[in-house]
């Protein structure tokens, strides 16, 4: 029977093999002991993120992300409450990782239930930082990095490439929800409103607000790319593989940007097995 401790891990793996459709690719590349603590620090995202999304009155999930913040206060308290935070609770202190990630993470989490739109960039910027570049900064922590703030300044930039890319692939999932993520500023500059976004209007103005969106979005990776040479090599081609499934959706969404309201744009499982493997070659050899 294995022991509590390596029962919680495994947990936390079953989670991200389940949920995690695009990273579970990239973290299969890391060495056993980071690979298990990026699982747990992945799982704990995920809960805190299934809280905000379970569609529960406002008061009622409010509630619970206020006990999973105590629950992981408790965590650092030695006190763990369930098999995340077991998990959770040794890789913060395997790796020492500073707490305000993850009480970042939960803030991100917090804005979700009672903000529905961003008036500018700057403000969704700073949503990001919380719910994705703290994610980034958590991980560079378990992969170990050389470079100090430039690292994490890379990281953090990576991390709102990723939910920018998040943002356009689920236009229409968020509008069911009655959240816009696009600045209204720029809805506006378009020639768009809040309501063509909901409705599904796939119009030419439309079409140039996304691919303004997703110019951004690439000037985000090129800057997240510059962490890649300062990672150690598996750990490279894990955040390559990473980047490299989201720069791809981000393709997909540039060529037609209306199929944001058809479908979820998505890889198949042979597109990320091959990016896998290009980014292993690519850590050898970079």
């Given at each position: 029977m294995r022991n509590?401790?390596?029962?919680?891990y495994d947990h936390c793996q079953e989670l991200t093999r389940r949920e995690a459709k695009n990273f579970y690719y990239g973290f299969m590349l890391l060495p056993t002991t980071p690979r298990r603590a990026i699982y747990s620090a992945y799982a704990f995202a995920r809960e805190c993120d299934d809280i905000v999304d379970a569609g529960l009155p406002v008061e009622d999930a409010a509630a619970q992300l206020g006990e999973f913040r105590r629950r992981f206060e408790r965590t650092l308290a030695g006190e763990p409450d369930g098999q995340v935070f077991h998990a959770l609770g040794h890789t913060v202190r395997q790796y020492s990782i500073p707490?305000?990630?993850f009480t970042n993470l939960i803030d991100g989490c917090e804005i979700d239930?009672?903000?529905?739109?961003?008036?500018?960039?700057?403000?969704l910027k700073d949503y990001c930082h919380k719910v994705a570049s703290a994610v980034g900064l958590i991980s560079i922590e378990i992969f170990g990095y050389r470079g100090g703030d430039k690292a994490r300044k890379y990281a953090a930039e990576l991390g709102v490439a990723l939910q920018l890319t998040n943002i356009l692939r689920d236009i229409q999932e968020d509008g069911e929800r009655g959240r816009i993520y696009l600045p209204l500023d720029e809805i506006e500059w378009f020639g768009c409103t809040p309501e063509d976004l909901l409705a599904g209007r796939a119009t030419r103005e439309f079409r140039r607000l996304v691919l303004f969106q997703a110019d951004r979005a690439r000037e985000h990776f090129r800057q997240g790319r510059k962490l890649l040479p300062l990672l150690p090599p598996r750990a490279r081609a894990c955040v390559g593989v990473m980047a490299g499934i989201y720069a791809s959706?981000?393709?997909?969404?540039?060529?037609?940007?209306g199929v944001v309201f058809r479908r979820r744009v998505s890889l198949g499982t042979g597109q990320k097995l091959a990016l896998a493997g290009r980014e292993i070659v690519r850590s050898v050899v970079g």
């Open positions: 509590g401790l390596e029962a919680a707490h305000e990630y239930l009672t903000r529905r739109r961003y008036e500018t960039f700057d403000v959706i981000l393709d997909d969404i540039e060529l037609d940007p």
